[in-house]
């Protein structure tokens, strides 16, 4: 063999073990990022539900609690590259960001209001218009909690419930039919079609009966029967959804849960019934003064008043123009006023 091909043959196995060398040092850290990426995942994934969930339901704060949602659900969700989707904690992420949204849409709904009784129609339609672009996107958000709780446990409303084994699940599972239930009123509202299906509602009063009723405030039963009251021919035979609902309010104010107060207004404010809305307001403004909330629930409660408050602030609106004064939840503007006048009976002087 001549010098001169022998050259040319050592380049070619030095280029080759060259290449070689790259490739394993470029796929060795692929793999070693690759890594550490699924075990920063799983880690935050553990971290999110061992302390930051049971944390955040711990305070009263809702803006700061939705905040979060909305800042922490990319970053959380795209573990799922690497590593198990992060579905549980997902439904709970995107129910809470659709109440970001929901807290936007009302916000327009009250400006298309006062619009309206002060006959100013170029307002009152972009109110209007703004508020049902926030619906959708509410609707959207609820929807993917929904669709993430069924990629973990499975279509909701079949025959059999799946295995809630602790808490968490148990917790999950109410999240994500709230979110179910949610999704189609806030399509609904919004009149738009996102594709919710329209039998989401059926499957959430079905698999209501997979949690205990007690251990959940009453919720459980609440959510059959807000069903039961929205869809004409739900409600069983033998049953009555406005005595469960009442029966539900009973178990969420003796847990200092009040979430069924917010179920059972809806039904009511659905129907048109507003002396029923009015009560429940009223009987909510009146627990949550005389007892707080529980402490490890703060914000489950919070939320609660949260929807009272702006059913209350559309009636006011409505009717005066304004929201409801400040101290003033569970009062109406066309309350009886008591008199602070001292009066004298005339039978006393004679």
Same mark, same amino acid.
């Given at each position: 063999?001549?010098?001169? /091909?022998?050259?040319?043959?050592?380049?070619?196995?030095?280029?080759?073990?060259?290449?070689?060398?790259?490739?394993?040092?470029?796929?060795?850290?692929?793999?070693?990022?690759?890594?550490?990426?699924?075990?920063?995942?799983?880690?935050?994934?553990?971290?999110?539900?061992?302390?930051?969930?049971?944390?955040?339901?711990?305070?009263?704060?809702?803006?700061?609690?939705?905040?979060?949602?909305?800042?922490?659900?990319?970053?959380?969700?795209?573990?799922?590259?690497?590593?198990?989707?992060?579905?549980?904690?997902?439904?709970?992420?995107?129910?809470?960001?659709?109440?970001?949204?929901?807290?936007?849409?009302?916000?327009?709904?009250?400006?298309?209001?006062?619009?309206?009784?002060?006959?100013?129609?170029?307002?009152?339609?972009?109110?209007?218009?703004?508020?049902?672009?926030?619906?959708?996107?509410?609707? *959207?958000?609820?929807?993917?909690?929904?669709?993430?709780?069924?990629? %973990?446990?499975?279509?909701?409303?079949?025959?059999?419930?799946?295995?809630?084994?602790?808490?968490?699940?148990?917790?999950?599972?109410?999240?994500?039919? &709230?979110?179910?239930?949610?999704?189609?009123?806030?399509?609904?509202?919004?009149?738009?079609?996102?594709?919710?299906?329209?039998?989401?509602? /059926? *499957?959430?009063?079905?698999?209501?009966?997979?949690?205990?009723?007690?251990?959940?405030?009453?919720?459980?039963?609440?959510?059959?029967?807000?069903?039961? /009251?929205?869809?004409?021919?739900?409600?069983?035979?033998?049953?009555?959804?406005?005595?469960?609902?009442?029966?539900?309010?009973?178990?969420?104010?003796?847990?200092?849960?009040?979430?069924? %107060?917010?179920?059972?207004?809806?039904?009511?404010?659905?129907?048109?019934?507003?002396?029923?809305?009015?009560?429940?307001?009223?009987?909510?403004?009146?627990?949550?003064? *005389?007892?707080?909330?529980?402490?490890?629930?703060?914000?489950?409660? /919070?939320?609660?008043?949260?929807?009272?408050?702006?059913?209350?602030?559309?009636?006011?609106?409505?009717?005066?123009?304004?929201?409801?004064?400040?101290?003033?939840?569970?009062?109406?503007?066309?309350?009886?006023?008591?008199?602070?006048?001292?009066?004298?009976?005339?039978?006393?002087? &004679?």
């Amino acid at each position: 063999m001549s010098q001169a /091909a022998f050259n040319n043959k050592r380049k070619g196995i030095i280029k080759l073990v060259t290449i070689t060398m790259v490739t394993f040092v470029f796929s060795g850290c692929s793999m070693i990022n690759h890594m550490i990426y699924k075990t920063t995942g799983m880690v935050l994934q553990g971290y999110t539900e061992e302390h930051i969930v049971p944390f955040t339901l711990e305070q009263d704060d809702l803006e700061m609690g939705c905040a979060l949602s909305e800042a922490t659900t990319p970053l959380l969700m795209s573990f799922g590259r690497v590593t198990a989707s992060p579905d549980q904690i997902g439904t709970m992420l995107y129910l809470s960001a659709g109440t970001c949204e929901e807290q936007r849409a009302l916000e327009d709904e009250l400006r298309y209001l006062r619009a309206i009784k002060e006959q100013r129609p170029d307002e009152a339609e972009d109110a209007l218009i703004a508020q049902k672009r926030h619906l959708v996107k509410a609707a *959207k958000r609820q929807f993917e909690g929904w669709n993430r709780l069924v990629a %973990h446990y499975g279509e909701p409303g079949g025959a059999e419930c799946p295995e809630l084994d602790n808490e968490f699940d148990q917790f999950i599972w109410l999240a994500g039919l &709230l979110s179910g239930l949610q999704s189609l009123n806030s399509e609904i509202q919004s009149t738009s079609t996102i594709g919710v299906p329209k039998n989401i509602a /059926a *499957k959430v009063e079905r698999a209501a009966g997979c949690l205990e009723d007690d251990a959940w405030w009453g919720a459980p039963m609440a959510l059959k029967a807000t069903v039961w /009251a929205m869809l004409p021919g739900a409600e069983p035979q033998g049953e009555s959804a406005w005595e469960r609902l009442e029966a539900a309010d009973k178990k969420g104010i003796k847990a200092r849960v009040r979430l069924t %107060h917010v179920l059972h207004a809806l039904a009511a404010y659905t129907k048109g019934d507003m002396e029923r809305v009015r009560n429940v307001i009223r009987a909510h403004a009146e627990a949550i003064q *005389k007892k707080p909330a529980r402490p490890t629930h703060r914000l489950i409660d /919070a939320i609660a008043t949260y929807n009272i408050q702006a059913l209350s602030d559309r009636l006011w609106t409505q009717n005066t123009g304004h929201r409801t004064p400040v101290g003033g939840l569970g009062t109406f503007w066309d309350d009886k006023k008591e008199s602070n006048v001292e009066t004298i009976e005339l039978d006393d002087f &004679l």
